[in-house]
């Protein structure tokens, strides 16, 4: 009975999902992307309570069954709807029979998918102001795409093709590192930590003044000169306003 409301629940949420969120958050499949597609479907369908379907079997009992069959449905359409056009052939009976055949075809790593892998890495260039450690992290993780297919690429490699894809402004860093490093300290990690803190290190430096502190004093200093007088008070010293000119009064005298 618990399962029974459990399952018209989810069913209730999936009725009432919008089909603008699940196009928002879970990209159409193209034969490429299984992985990604998979990974955002699936959560989609655990924010909804319907994501059952996708890896378990059907119940035995008639009205669990009945239940079960209603989320599979609404699974359904939600992998129909990311699917691109030419790939609908390989929708299935079910949500699970339908996620394992694209698995089969396109979930694992094959040489088309390491040659994708490959492409994105050396291929890529990294947009102007952004954060270079999400996009050394996106290089990791295609070379450790390639090394699941059977194409492991040496640590140094993987480095260098960190350093390829950074923009031009980075060059003086690119030089200086290749320049000052051993081999030992040529790494992923130890070049991933040193892109990292150069790009704190310009975060914190961003949008300050560019006039050095000493042109400021004496800017300052010039400044509070022209003011100083004879007639100079205490407070016009500190704010450097210059004294308006008093009245001169002259008594007069019987």
Request: glycine content about 6%.
């Amino acid at each position: 009975m618990e399962r029974i409301c459990s399952l018209t629940y989810s069913s209730f949420l999936c009725s009432r999902m919008s089909t603008k969120d699940l196009s928002t958050y879970v990209p159409i499949f193209d034969g490429t992307n299984y992985k990604e597609w998979y990974d955002k479907l699936e959560v989609f369908a655990m924010v909804m309570k319907c994501d059952g379907p996708m890896t378990e079997d059907p119940p035995a009992g008639a009205a669990d069954l009945a239940a079960f069959n209603i989320i599979d449905r609404q699974l359904q359409g939600m992998i129909r709807l990311r699917l691109g056009a030419t790939y609908l052939s390989h929708v299935k009976a079910s949500a699970k029979l339908t996620l394992t055949a694209l698995k089969t075809t396109f979930g694992t790593p094959r040489r088309v998918g390491a040659l994708i892998e490959m492409r994105s890495m050396f291929q890529h260039h990294m947009k102007p102001n952004s954060n270079p450690v999400h996009e050394a992290n996106n290089l990791i993780q295609c070379a450790a795409q390639l090394s699941t297919a059977g194409f492991a690429l040496a640590d140094g490699l993987i480095t260098m093709a960190i350093l390829m894809v950074l923009p031009s402004d980075w060059e003086t860093t690119v030089s200086t590192l290749c320049s000052t490093l051993d081999d030992a300290g040529f790494t992923v990690a130890s070049i991933t930590s040193h892109i990292n803190h150069e790009y704190m290190h310009r975060q914190a430096t961003r949008g300050r003044s560019t006039i050095s502190l000493q042109d400021r004093i004496s800017e300052r200093t010039s400044f509070a000169a022209e003011y100083q007088g004879s007639d100079a008070t205490l407070v016009s010293r500190l704010t450097n306003v210059k004294p308006a000119v008093r009245p001169s009064y002259q008594g007069g005298g019987n």
